[in-house]
């Protein structure tokens, strides 16, 4: 039996609890203090550490480097488990024994965490500020929109947040053409009606990043998957499952509003509104197919082939 760990982080230090035991310690989230305690690790430990932003990469890559299992748990998730477990209290010491709990029921079902290249943690950087930025850009300009006082600055402001965007856009194109691969099946996704630059290069990157089994397993890391709540005869609403990163929902989203007005993908479209789909599901479906388009380009490493399109289109 592997020795587990659960590993509650903050700023300046964080909580560790091994499993089976009620002792928790204080660990300083300093290199020193990380490599001191990862010496008194049993060898192939399993670690699971709360995802924190930035808090946790210290002590991911060290422990990673030493040889351990690392599992950076979804946040959501840890928090649902907890409300399962019927806690009533919160504190860093609890979360860390809940932490070590939830890894040793669960870890075999979970993925271990893969350190990114330099250049592919660049790109994760660039592409979750993109997101914040844009976020910002449209709350900014919903909210000056609706004052009833005019403030001068309001065209600078917004145009200095453009001009930030399109500066990591330039990075972003920079930090893909350094990858021959990435490069390669940026420019194959680039072809697929609906994706432009941005999209293709996201959409590349996040399928290079990590090893997906299949399309639906890249989907689910998306958050385009439908959620199920079905019990006995009650049929229950599908929702998007909205797990993963932000950003590419975002943007494939925006691919299928693009895509859905050209001639190839209109038919696709067209087709489930004529069944009485909204709007916006229709371009959830469009997107979903996207999605499934991007990853059979990367995986295969071929080009964009329209005719596949058309004729899968022409099918009823």
């Not at 030493?66 to 609890?94: C, E, I, Q, W």
């Not at 950003?247 to 209109?266: G, I, S, V």
Request: with cysteine.
């Amino acid at each position: 039996m592997k020795s587990i760990f659960g590993v509650d982080m903050s700023m300046q230090s964080f909580e560790v609890a091994i499993d089976g035991e009620e002792r928790v310690i204080q660990i300083a989230n300093t290199m020193k203090a990380i490599r001191v305690w990862l010496k008194q690790v049993p060898a192939q430990s399993l670690i699971g550490v709360e995802s924190t932003g930035h808090y946790h990469r210290l002590l991911v890559r060290a422990a990673i480097a030493a040889g351990h299992t690392v599992y950076v748990l979804n946040a959501r998730d840890l928090s649902h488990y907890a409300s399962a477990l019927g806690r009533r209290a919160k504190t860093d010491r609890l979360d860390a024994l809940m932490i070590a709990r939830y890894l040793k029921h669960e870890h075999e079902r979970l993925f271990p965490y893969t350190l990114p290249s330099a250049l592919q943690e660049q790109l994760d950087e660039l592409i979750a500020r993109r997101h914040g930025i844009v976020v910002a850009h449209g709350a900014l300009r919903a909210s000056l929109k609706s004052a009833t006082t005019q403030l001068k600055c309001t065209a600078l402001a917004l145009k200095a947040l453009k001009k930030l965007i399109a500066e990591i856009d330039a990075h972003l194109q920079d930090l893909t053409s350094q990858d021959p691969a990435l490069a390669t099946h940026a420019a194959h996704l680039q072809n697929v009606v609906g994706f432009g630059p941005l999209v293709s290069i996201s959409l590349a990157h996040a399928l290079t990043r990590r090893a997906f089994k299949n399309d639906d397993a890249f989907i689910a890391y998306v958050g385009i998957d439908p959620k199920v709540r079905d019990s006995g005869h009650l049929k229950g609403r599908r929702i998007l499952s909205k797990r993963g990163p932000a950003e590419y929902r975002r943007l494939l989203f925006l691919a299928a509003m693009a895509a859905c007005k050209t001639a190839l993908w209109k038919p696709f479209y067209q087709r489930y509104r004529q069944r009485g789909l909204s709007t916006i599901e229709a371009l959830v479906i469009l997107a979903r197919k996207l999605a499934r388009v991007a990853f059979a380009i990367v995986k295969n490493n071929i080009d964009f082939d329209p005719n596949r399109i058309k004729i899968a289109c022409a099918q009823p």
